[in-house]
Nanobody, 124 residues
Framework: QVQLMESGGGSVKAGGSLKLSCAASGYNYNIYCMAWFRQAPGKEREWIASMYVTSTTISYADSVKGRFTISRDNGQKMLYLQMNSLKPEDTAMYYC?????????????????WGQGTQVTVES
């Protein structure tokens, strides 16, 4: 049974930092692309970063490029998102997701498994 569990969310002031973690279990972690998405109230779920097994394939949305860093520990089956220079518009529920295969898509419909989410609130 595939399980993804996020942690590390919280409330910070603008300009601050947070590091999100996602623990994966129930499947061969070293095959699939992993990604972070976020969803703010009243908005669609937004892809923000994805990473294949190796660091050779990393992509970021323009809205977070240069501020967020995605990484993974394949041995520990962990996915991370280091978020720096946070802005109020980064406020959202953040989700980690597993792609259906080894290709890193940017659409939520191409990710079959999701965590329960962790809330990030950035105060101005």
């Amino acid at each position: 049974q595939v399980q993804l569990m996020e942690s590390g969310g919280g409330s910070v002031k603008a300009g601050g930092s947070l590091k999100l973690s996602c623990a994966a279990s129930g499947y061969n972690y070293n095959i699939y692309c992993m990604a972070w998405f976020r969803q703010a109230p009243g908005k669609e779920r937004e892809w923000i970063a994805s990473m294949y097994v190796t660091s050779t394939t990393i992509s970021y949305a323009d809205s977070v490029k240069g501020r967020f860093t995605i990484s993974r520990d394949n041995g520990q089956k962990m996915l991370y998102l280091q978020m720096n220079s946070l802005k109020p518009e980064d406020t959202a529920m953040y989700y980690c997701a597993r792609a259906t295969g080894n290709f890193c898509y940017t659409s939520a419909r191409d990710y079959k498994y999701w965590g329960q989410g962790t809330q990030v609130t950035v105060e101005s």
